[in-house]
């Protein structure tokens, strides 16, 4: 589904992923861990065209788009979450993801303008899905938070209007930075579902970024390790946490205690 | 990992704040925003409608109507600037040059200058959609730029364009030895043909302001409902996170030059009607003075809100006119002071205390300036005005007014710098002095200088106001980041 193809993205001298290979197979869940710096936000970048490769390639579905438009890319069938979170803070949550809809619907300002029955439709087709999109969490996101800016919301309902407004672009490949962070444990463990379902309900391909080992255990199909950009291990969750090099990655920088 | 931002863990602003929310802030802001909350968007606009009906059908003085036309195609003007910088949050600093570029455009196709006198339902339908490819030429270069270096480039567009109005009043066509010319240069031109539509000749501003009336409902109508569609939401996102906005398959580029070319597009038409009531152009009325005072109409009103964007536009037109008269100006200057008290204040009895105050400090200046033996200006010089005649027993003018007017100005700043850092206490007392010195430097100095006092007193109301809302008269408070 998703191929990297000995994808290198350098910063003057500092290699942030380097020659990096990796294939996410449809309908699956990976994980990409790695200490602090270790370059796991720069291949999210990278394959959602924020960043160019300095080398290599990325496909989707066999097709190259590494360099593409953010957008173009998107509407090619991938979705993303923030690191540090960045939704729309001054527009309602249902905005939100209303928004997110652009690229699948088709009013111009003339219909809109006019007020036109097709465009009329279109919004309440739209408003409708957003209604259901956010109903994918449950209460947490319905009814009269609708209408509340996003601002107003606490972080992890802003993690998870996130992602509600990553699935309204209508993906195929989900990609999640850090989805629990800044979670109390409930939080975490109703994260972790969500994730599972979405797999399952959505037919979504997903790669996650993750700190929270009991995350990452939970969800992951297989675990990508990495360090200084370099892929250090790869297999399901027990082998990767117990490779020594992972556990050296770690230790070796003094973060064994994020487990 | 990431920054905490401020929540703690599970809590929502929305809800630690919910108690706050129903607490209504007390004294004048209090009743403001009751105001702003109890009456409908659909009656405010009925009003609005029916007051601007009555004022057509009723008021038939020449020099109301054209204020009231001139009015109608400023506030076209401001709304086209909400989609521009409110909408899609693009600092567009090369705006009037497409207003310019209409009314030049109408110039051209309806006058003797080049003769040419296209109908009007072709003339101006045509330059709109012109100045609209105008637009989009323009956002060409600029649609990958941002903010100051957006404003830059728009700028010099927009001098660009005076540039070339100005210069082009002699060009030499190749194989015709005479210059031509085009533009009229800083001559303007004049005798334009006014509109004719449906066979009706226009004669005067009030024709102008029932069109300008049909045209501002559509366009409210329109500017409303993209707004709250796809494509204003797309702007939004544009104004919120550019980024994060690609990255959910909106294009960027697009949007941000679609902004560009229905503000121009706007513009344009405003400038088409503009003209027809002028009945000629003249380049100096499309710089930088203009650009001010929409944008500071948009801004003023709350950048991103229509009915601001109406609001901003009827003070920023209305007042100049209001403060060319001394008595007005008089009054509105004294209101905004009031104003300012009652806002600081925060509550009603501090309010009368100060004013009260305020009336006791005249009085017993007046006293000490009698005890000195110091020369005063007969009252019969100053209080000219109703206003001021009613301030003549309270208020003394020295004779030297010039000096006294310059101490009491830095008097004033210097009072007014110490206010904003002094402890509260202090504030209170220093309030009603405060005011005196500004009745007393308004009624020795300013009075003598209306212009100078009208951009001051513009100026005072966008500062009072930035401080006091700083999101503008109904705009939404914005969050930066949280
Ligand atoms: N635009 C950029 N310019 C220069 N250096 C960059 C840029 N983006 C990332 N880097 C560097 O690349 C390295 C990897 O950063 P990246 O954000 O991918 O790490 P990460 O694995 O996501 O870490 P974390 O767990 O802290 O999120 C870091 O050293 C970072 O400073
Ligand atoms: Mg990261």
Redesign the interface.
């Known amino acids: 589904m998703l191929e990297f193809k000995k994808v290198t993205m350098q910063f003057g001298a500092l290699k942030s992923v380097s020659e990096l290979d990796i294939t996410v197979n449809k309908g699956e869940i990976v994980s990409v861990i790695g200490p602090n710096g270790a370059g796991k936000t720069t291949l999210f970048n990278v394959v ?1 065209g ?1 960043y160019t490769p300095t080398e290599g390639d990325v496909l989707l579905e066999g097709k190259s788009i590494a360099g593409k ?3 173009i890319i ?2 090619l069938g991938i ?2 979450t ?10 309602s949550v249902i ?1 939100n993801v ?3 809809t ?2 699948q ?1 088709k ?3 003339f219909s ?4 036109l029955p097709s ?1 009329r439709r ?2 309440r087709e ?1 408003r409708a899905r957003a209604e259901e999109l956010l109903s994918f969490f449950g209460t947490r996101l319905t009814g009269y ?1 609708w209408e ?2 996003a ?7 802003r993690r998870r209007l996130e992602i509600a ?2 699935l ?2 209508n993906p195929k490949v989900l990609l999640l930075d ?1 989805p629990a ?4 444990p409930k ?1 975490t463990q109703e994260i972790t579902e969500v994730i599972e379902r979405l797999r399952t309900e959505k037919d979504l391909t997903i790669l996650v970024i993750e ?1 929270d080992m009991h995350v990452v255990e939970g969800i992951s199909d297989r675990v990508i390790a990495l360090d200084h950009g370099v892929k250090i291990a790869e297999g399901d969750f027990d082998s990767v946490a117990t490779h020594p090099d992972v556990v050296e990655a770690y230790l070796g920088k003094g973060s064994a205690d994020r487990k | 990992m990431s920054e905490q931002q401020g929540l703690g863990i599970g809590t929502d602003e929305w809800v630690a704040q919910h108690e706050k929310r129903l607490a209504r802030r007390s004294g004048l802001l209090g009743i403001l925003d009751l105001l702003n909350q109890k009456v409908s968007p659909a009656i405010r606009y009925g009003i609005l409608g029916v007051a601007a009906i009555a004022f057509g059908l009723f008021v038939d003085d020449f020099y109301l109507q054209r204020i009231a036309a001139n009015l109608g195609v400023f506030l076209i003007l401001t709304l086209g600037l909400n989609v521009v910088m409110g909408f899609a949050g693009l600092l567009d600093l090369g705006f009037v040059a497409f207003f310019g570029f209409g009314a030049y455009a109408y110039a051209l196709t309806s006058s003797g200058h080049l003769n040419q006198h296209w109908p009007t339902y072709l003339s101006v339908p045509a330059i709109v959609i012109v100045t609209a490819f105008l637009g989009y030429l323009v956002s060409l270069p600029s649609r990958r730029l941002f903010g100051d270096y957006l404003a830059i480039v728009t700028l010099f567009f927009g001098q660009v364009f005076i540039q070339l109005i100005i210069s082009s009043d002699s060009i030499t066509f190749p194989g015709n030895e005479e210059s031509t010319d085009i533009t009229g240069g800083s001559n303007g031109i004049p005798g334009l043909d006014p509109f004719v539509l449906f066979g009706y000749k226009f004669k005067g501003a009030a024709d102008y302001y029932w069109l300008l009336l049909v045209i501002l409902v559509f366009l409210i109508i329109a500017i409303i409902r993209v707004d709250r569609t796809r494509v204003g939401r797309a702007w939004k996102t544009v104004r919120e996170d550019s980024l994060a906005s690609q990255a959910m398959g909106i294009k960027v580029n697009n949007l941000k030059m679609l902004a560009f070319i229905v503000g121009a597009a706007i513009a344009g038409l405003a400038g088409t009607i503009f003209a027809g009531i002028q009945n000629s152009v003249f380049i100096n009325g499309f710089d930088m003075p203009l650009l001010t005072l929409i944008y500071a109409a948009v801004i003023l009103g709350g950048s991103g809100s229509i009915p601001g964007s109406i609001l901003g536009a009827f003070v920023m037109s209305v007042l100049p006119e209001i403060l060319r008269v001394q008595n007005y100006s008089e009054i509105l200057f004294l209101s905004v002071l009031i104003l300012t008290i009652a806002v600081l204040g925060k509550s009603w009895k501090k309010f009368a205390f100060n004013i009260a105050l305020v009336v006791l400090i005249g009085f017993l200046v007046k006293v000490i300036v009698s005890a000195l033996n110091i020369a005063t200006t007969p009252a019969a010089t100053w209080a000219i005005a109703p206003v001021s005649k009613a301030l003549q027993h309270w208020l003394v003018i020295p004779q030297s007014r010039l000096l006294w007017g310059n101490i009491g100005f830095v008097l004033l700043i210097s009072l007014i710098a110490y206010y904003s850092i002094a402890k509260e206490k202090i504030k209170f007392y220093l309030l009603p002095l405060i005011t005196y010195v500004a009745i007393f430097v308004w009624e020795d100095r300013l009075v003598i200088e209306p212009n100078t006092t009208r951009q001051l007193i513009i100026g005072m109301l966008l500062v009072v106001l930035m401080i006091v809302r700083p999101q503008g008269f109904l705009g939404k408070t914005r969050v930066e980041v949280l």
Do not use: K, W
Request: glycine share 4%; no cysteine; proline share 3%.
């Open positions: 959602t924020i438009d953010p957008a998107n509407r979705a993303r923030f690191q540090n979170v960045r939704l729309f803070l001054n527009m905005e209303m928004a997110a652009y690229a619907t009013s111009n300002i809109s303008a006019l007020g465009s279109e919004e739209v938070r509340q800016p601002y107003s919301l606490s972080y992890a309902n407004r990553a309204a672009t850090e962070a800044g979670m109390n939080e700190h």
